[in-house]
Antibody, heavy 120, light 110 residues
Framework: EVQLLESGGGLVQPGGSLRLSCAAS????????MTWVRQAPGKGLEWVSG????????YYSDSVKGRFTISRDNSENTLYLQMSSLRAEDTAIYYC?????????????WGQGTMVTVSS | QSVLTQPPSVSAAPGQKVTISCSGS????????VSWYQQLPGTAPKLLIY???KRPSGIPDRFSGSKSGTSATLGITGLQTGDEADYYC???????????FGGGTKLTVL
């Protein structure tokens, strides 16, 4: 079964750092662009970052640009999101998702999400 | 403020039809494919429609998508109580070089 499993969330102080991981299984990971989407408590979906299948092209929302770094290890079938200079407004469930078309316009497989709480 | 605009809520009776609109601009909806997602409480989003009007395997044909200019629409026919959820549209924005979502629409099946 095609699956994505996020990990690495937790409680972190403002200004701190955290690295999220997303382990992929049962599909050819390197073939697909991937994305991170977050959802603050009680709020809607917010696109965070995307990366091409080979990892050469990366994209960020203005709200995280310069603070977050997306990367992938295709040999380990794993997607990462390195988050630094964290703020209270970064508190959210973070989902990784697979892009079936390569254009970052749609996401067909989603993980269960990992919660990040930024608080002192 | 979301880049794409959706109505906060819609409602209809079981068995009826409902449409959810998603309004954008030339830099996003007009020049890119639109996708739609269903999010049941406490769960991850689920892809309903991609490339404006295509349904992934397993999505019933009660769900349909369309696009015209800078707007897109999700249609749901034969409403069931199990359709009660939040619905989101999404696409790529060429000016932002980033993905964008609508603010979400809560569907109530009365």
């Amino acid at each position: 079964e095609v699956q994505l499993l996020e990990s690495g969330g937790g409680l972190v102080q403002p200004g701190g750092s955290l690295r999220l991981s997303c382990a992929a299984s049962a599909f050819t990971f390197s073939t697909y662009a991937m994305t991170w989407v977050r959802q603050a408590p009680g709020k809607g979906l917010e696109w965070v970052s995307g990366i091409s299948g080979g990892g050469a092209h990366t994209y960020y929302s203005d709200s995280v640009k310069g603070r977050f770094t997306i990367s992938r290890d295709n040999s380990e079938n794993t997607l990462y999101l390195q988050m630094s200079s964290l703020r209270a407004e970064d508190t959210a469930i973070y989902y990784c998702a697979k892009d079936p078309t390569g254009t970052l316009e749609a996401f067909d497989i989603w993980g269960q999400g990992t919660m990040v709480t930024v608080s002192s | 403020q979301s880049v794409l605009t959706q109505p906060p809520s819609v409602s209809a009776a079981p068995g009826q039809k409902v449409t959810i609109s998603c309004s954008g601009s030339r830099s996003n909806i007009e020049n890119n494919y639109v996708s739609w997602y269903q999010q049941l409480p406490g769960t991850a989003p689920k892809l309903l429609i991609y490339d404006n009007n295509k349904r992934p395997s397993g999505i019933p044909d009660r769900f349909s998508g369309s696009k015209s200019g800078t707007s897109a629409t999700l249609g749901i026919t034969g409403l069931q109580t199990g359709d009660e959820a939040d619905y989101y549209c999404g696409t790529w924005d060429r000016s932002l070089s980033a993905g964008v979502f609508g603010g979400g629409t809560k569907l109530t099946v009365l």
